[in-house]
C-alpha cells in the first residue's frame, strides 16, 4: 500500500464510512454488509489502523475481486466492474469476513471463472 496517493486512500477511507454510516440505522447491519459483498463484484475493506505506515490511521485490502480480475484479465475482457468500499472495526474483523464470503472463501475461485 506504500505506492498508493493519498487522495485515492482518502477516497477509500469517505466511501467506507459514508456507507458505515448508510448501514447505521439498519436493524441487520451484518446481513447488509455481507449483501453487499455478494452483490459486488470488487471489495475494498477499509478499517482504524495506528501503526505509523498506514495512511489516515486507516488499513486497507482487498476483500473480494482478485479472482474475478485475473479472470478478466486472462480473457482479455475489460475490468468493468461494480465496487464498494467498506467500513470493518479491525483488520481481524474484515479478514475473517475475507475468509467467509470474499477471495478466501473456499467458493471464491469457482465463482470468478
Not at 482479455?76 to 464470503?101: D, H, I, K, T, W
Request: aromatic content about 8%; proline content about 4%; some cysteine.
Amino acid at each position: 500500500m506504500t505506492d498508493m496517493k493519498p487522495e485515492v486512500m482518502r477516497k477509500h477511507i469517505d466511501l467506507a464510512q459514508q456507507n458505515e454510516r448508510n448501514l447505521a440505522g439498519h436493524p441487520d447491519i451484518y446481513g447488509q454488509i455481507v449483501e453487499q459483498i455478494r452483490k459486488r463484484d470488487l471489495v475494498w475493506a477499509v478499517w482504524p489502523e495506528d501503526r505509523a505506515d498506514c495512511m489516515f490511521g486507516h488499513g486497507l485490502a482487498m476483500l473480494k475481486g482478485k479472482w474475478t480480475l485475473m479472470a478478466r484479465y486472462q480473457a482479455g475482457v475489460a475490468a468493468n466492474v461494480q465496487v464498494v468500499r467498506l467500513m470493518f472495526p479491525s483488520f481481524e474483523a474484515a479478514s475473517q469476513m475475507c475468509a467467509l464470503y470474499g477471495d478466501d472463501s473456499q467458493h471464491a475461485e469457482v465463482q470468478a471463472s
